[in-house]
């Protein structure tokens, strides 16, 4: 009987060690902002997180890989796909992550040696309006697989390989051409009304990666994980982001005694 009770206690002991680390994501995503170096805070609001961004800075998308395999994570910026420029789904390319591997995505991919610089902008600037898909401007997504059968590899350091698409990905035509129709202005003015800011296509900058092979373990992903953006102000305006006591101290008032003496005024007597 007291082996028993033991045996249970052992039991129960492993599965209270093992349940956080089942329940955390297999990839952590954050937003860096580059040009402040800040990593920007995450808001839980209803049933949304979001982030609040700053027209005219750059931003990273920071993908740590929490396990001790390869994933891949097929990574989406305003329902465009970061590396194709296709409208994003999870069967299509995403970046390989080593274990415990972090990587910060800089932008959008334009070749296996550079990016275009991710950036906060106006949403009628946003890449994903200019190229006629405005519907899902402010939103980062992740889908996340783990690998069908691991193997050992010489991980290179960060950034990232690449793996094409696999073969239950839509093939979907590749929507990126300078060609591509802009939106129009109702559709504009309509997105407009429900977010300020999107991601424009920025500046050129170096971001060599090579490709690599990658076996999906299952269809569908293991995680998704979204997080919304907005300007700062439009996220106060929705309740995001509380107003601060400090916006309301007494100190901001006019005060009718704030002690000193008459200062002569600007240009001196009249």
Request: aromatic letters at 8%; zero cysteines; charged letters at 20%.
């Amino acid at each position: 009987m007291f082996r028993t009770i033991l045996s249970m206690a052992a039991i129960l002991l492993a599965l209270a060690a093992a349940g956080p680390a089942s329940a955390g994501p297999l990839v952590d995503v954050a937003v860096v902002d580059r040009d402040s170096g800040q990593w920007l805070p995450q808001y839980p609001h209803r049933r949304d997180t979001w982030v609040a961004g700053r027209p005219g800075h750059r931003y990273a998308v920071r993908l740590t890989n929490t396990s001790g395999q390869r994933v891949l994570v097929v990574l989406s910026v305003d329902g465009v796909n970061a590396i194709t420029g296709q409208t994003a789904d999870p069967g299509q390319a995403g970046y390989v992550l080593g274990p415990w591997e972090s990587a910060e995505i800089t932008g959008w991919r334009k070749s296996l040696s550079d990016v275009a610089q991710f950036v906060f902008t106006d949403l009628g600037d946003s890449y994903a309006a200019r190229t006629g898909r405005p519907d899902n401007v402010g939103v980062i997504g992740v889908a996340v697989f783990e690998e069908a059968r691991p193997r050992h590899y010489h991980y290179p350091p960060s950034p990232p390989p690449i793996a094409r698409g696999g073969e239950d990905g839509r093939r979907q035509q590749n929507e990126r051409s300078a060609t591509a129709p802009a939106a129009t202005d109702a559709i504009a003015e309509k997105s407009l009304g429900r977010q300020s800011i999107g991601t424009g296509h920025g500046q050129r900058e170096w971001s060599p990666v090579g490709q690599t092979g990658f076996v999906r373990a299952t269809r569908s992903p293991s995680q998704i994980t979204q997080l919304r953006y907005d300007a700062h102000h439009r996220l106060v305006a929705l309740g995001v982001i509380p107003h601060r006591y400090r916006h309301f101290r007494f100190h901001d008032r006019p005060d009718a005694f704030p002690g000193g003496f008459v200062a002569d005024p600007p240009g001196g007597y009249r």
